[in-house]
């Protein structure tokens, strides 16, 4: 028995259909995965410039620094978290009173103040501090009083071998808690080269939260 030719047509049209389906399927489910996978791409990217921005920022800008004892009492304390600026003397020079991060001996990073500058004979006397032969006034001084610490007679000669003057390039550091701190009284002068960068900032813990002051 002969089939009407609209039969075959509407079966070819029926064909038709079920093919361009598959077809817009199979190319729904291909821009799904292309799409998935510029999604995980991109995220890729995302955490390849972040984690790139953070090496930076700790290289080159800021880092985190953890204090280590008691050298810094009272200003500082055992455990504080402080954040480095290794910008500050990219652009400028220490000053007297930083607090500054510094690579010593035996591959440890100290935490000390600046009181000696280059070109500049330093003494303490009966507790005071002279530069070049004049008294100076640590801000500090009336702190470290009440926590009773003091500082033992002492000049730049005696950590020199017999040097009057810090040469260039070199900074005389010490500990705020000056009866137990290892400084240049025992380490000598430290050079600008082993500089990490000046500190301020307390960030943890929460209660110690502070920018320092002199």
Same mark, same amino acid.
């Given at each position: 028995m002969d089939m009407p030719s609209s039969f075959f047509i509407s079966s070819s049209v029926k064909s038709l259909r079920r093919e361009k389906s598959h077809v817009e399927y199979k190319w729904r489910l291909l821009m799904t995965k292309v799409k998935e996978k510029n999604e995980w791409w991109e995220w890729t990217k995302a955490i390849l410039v972040a984690l790139a921005l953070v090496w930076i920022i700790k290289e080159f800008l800021f880092a985190p620094v953890v204090v280590d004892g008691e050298s810094m009492e009272p200003t500082l304390h055992n455990r504080d978290h402080m954040v480095v600026n290794k910008l500050a003397y990219r652009f400028g020079e220490p000053k007297r009173f930083d607090v500054v991060v510094f690579h010593a001996p035996l591959k440890k990073d100290f935490i000390k103040r600046v009181i000696g500058l280059p070109g500049e004979h330093i003494a303490y006397k009966d507790n005071q501090l002279y530069v070049n032969g004049k008294q100076v006034k640590e801000p500090f001084a009336d702190r470290l009083k009440k926590e009773g610490i003091w500082t033992n007679d002492f000049q730049l000669e005696d950590l020199t071998e017999g040097k009057n003057k810090i040469p260039e390039g070199y900074l005389?550091?010490? +500990?705020?808690?000056?009866?137990? *701190?290892?400084?240049?009284?025992?380490? +000598?002068?430290? *050079?600008?080269?082993?500089?990490?960068?000046?500190?301020?900032?307390?960030?943890?813990?929460?209660?110690?939260?502070?920018?320092? +002051?002199?």
């Open positions: 005389l550091v010490l +500990g705020d808690n000056r009866i137990n *701190s290892t400084d240049s009284r025992t380490i +000598g002068l430290v *050079s600008l080269d082993k500089v990490v960068g000046r500190t301020s900032l307390i960030y943890w813990p929460v209660s110690r939260m502070q920018i320092l +002051g002199e």
